[in-house]
């Protein structure tokens, strides 16, 4: 017995993972942007709000989390609506004073009984505030520089008025605790392969395959070769940039039919769902005014192409689906 303690607590010990992120436990003030916290990289935000309270922090990405991607959860207070932006602030020669911002993205859960999270995203080197507040707080106090209206937000049903029942950290009597958790993952940036501002110069990416890089042209073109095999599967194809970027795609057939353009959303991603080429090569064409960012682009395969189901591209009369009526169709939307 006492020989299978000897080898039993160390290997118990190795098999619990060890827990890499940095805990960081808000500190008071921190409602205006020369009191926010600072921060950087992974970490575990904790902290409190009751009344007109709101938590500011700065975090800043360096060029080397620049070449990451990252990941946000919200725990909210409990009873609460609970907000939480990225904001980038723009200052005054002094570097002091606020002379203006822009939000970049919001996340917030309704009562706290479940997370918000948002995967993968990309950002830019520099300084972001991450701004909480809840439902209790008062907006247009100008207290802070990333105040969210919280009656303009909407994450579901809108929480209790204060009075009407239990208090809650929204009612202002009570404070209620929150989590922040900001994870890392891997991404790898690529040797910048040249200008290719034309379908001719277009990078080849296989299926399945995705390539990312620090893109300095306005333009810059990517290719898809599908076998015949490749023709038998539905495919998704997907670019991401920096949260705040502006980029727009448009996907070509071989014979340069255009098929389907988008832009990017507040997250910096675009997708082309579901799609289902023909055995040949597909074009995407990238385009911004300011570029001088991180693209990643790729593809994916989503499942086998079945008849009976819708088949995109078909938002054009020259791609639209043939329909066999002694069968059922499925489509999405």
């Not at 071989?254 to 597909?282: C, H, I, N, Y």
């Not at 395969?301 to 079945?306: Q, S």
């Amino acid at each position: 017995m006492i020989h299978i303690r000897r080898f039993f607590i160390p290997l118990l010990l190795a098999a619990i993972p060890a827990w890499a992120d940095v805990a960081h436990f808000e500190s008071e003030p921190n409602n205006k942007p020369d009191e926010f916290n600072h921060i950087s990289g992974a970490v575990t935000l904790y902290g409190s709000m009751v009344g007109s309270d709101q938590d500011g922090f700065i975090w800043t990405v360096s060029d080397e989390d620049a070449r990451k991607r990252w990941s946000f959860e919200l725990h909210g207070i409990p009873g609460a609506l609970t907000i939480a932006q990225v904001v980038r602030l723009e200052y005054a020669d002094n570097g002091v004073d606020v002379v203006g911002k822009t939000t970049l993205m919001k996340m917030g859960t309704r009562d706290g009984s479940r997370p918000s999270i948002h995967e993968g995203l990309i950002f830019e080197p520099g300084e972001y505030v991450l701004g909480k507040a809840s439902s209790g707080s008062k907006s247009g106090n100008g207290a802070g520089a990333f105040r969210p209206p919280v009656g303009s937000l909407s994450f579901g049903e809108e929480p209790e008025a204060p009075g009407t029942g239990s208090e809650t950290a929204g009612s202002g009597n009570q404070a209620g605790a929150y989590r922040f958790l900001i994870h890392e993952q891997s991404m790898s940036v690529r040797k910048y392969p040249g200008p290719r501002r034309s379908k001719e110069k277009a990078y080849g990416i296989r299926p399945g395959g995705e390539f990312a890089i620090y893109e300095t042209e306005q333009t810059a073109w990517y290719s898809f070769k599908f076998s015949e095999k490749d023709a038998n599967s539905r495919w998704d194809i997907r670019v991401q940039v920096p949260v705040g970027r502006k980029l727009r795609g448009v996907l070509y057939a071989e014979d340069g039919q255009k098929l389907l353009e988008s832009s990017v959303d507040k997250e910096g991603r675009l997708r082309f769902p579901s799609l289902a080429p023909p055995a040949g090569t597909w074009y995407l064409e990238l385009s911004t005014k300011q570029p001088g960012f991180v693209h990643h682009v790729g593809s994916a395969e989503t499942g086998a192409r079945v008849a009976g189901q819708e088949a995109e591209p078909n938002n054009m009369t020259k791609l639209a689906n043939q329909v066999d009526f002694s069968q059922s169709l499925t489509g999405l939307l």
